[in-house]
């Protein structure tokens, strides 16, 4: 019976050991790639209710996000479009960013590495980044 017993019990050591390697595998290595896969609707839908940084010509906004009474929080505007349309590009609602909206996604959004510690300012003290 103990033979049987420690048999079993090595089994569903080896079964959890294989599950606590690869949630670790998803949640740590593949975390990035699996927020950016397109597939991701609830990345993608969070990324519409977040305010997105301006981009600015002079010190003037051609793109900015401006607060919104819809489902999304926040819209993005963009002022003289055809003359900075081929530069600043588009930012969907479903699709991807084009142009600068897109080259810069992750600065404009807040969710850069080069970020990391102004987020975590934002959390301490309760403020925008």
């Known amino acids: 019976m103990n033979r049987e017993i420690k048999r079993v019990s ?5 079964m959890f050991l294989a599950l606590l390697v690869s949630t670790t595998i998803l949640q740590v290595f ?3 790639s699996l927020n950016a896969d397109a597939r991701n609707t609830r990345a993608l839908n969070d990324s519409y209710q977040a305010q997105r940084g301006a981009i600015l010509v002079a010190g003037q906004p051609i793109a900015q996000s401006v607060p ?8 993005r505007v963009y002022s003289n479009g055809p003359l900075y349309s081929a530069v600043t590009g588009f930012f ?3 699709g991807e960013p084009t142009g600068l909206e897109g080259a810069l996604n992750a600065k404009l ?3 850069s590495n080069s970020q990391f510690f102004d987020r975590i300012n934002a959390v301490l003290t309760g403020k925008s980044p």
């Open 30 to 32: 593949q975390a990035d």
């Open 109 to 111: 959004s807040g969710s």
């Open 10 to 14: 090595t089994i569903v050591l080896a």
């Open 68 to 75: 919104s009474q819809d489902v999304y929080k926040w819209q």
């Open 92 to 94: 969907p609602i479903n």
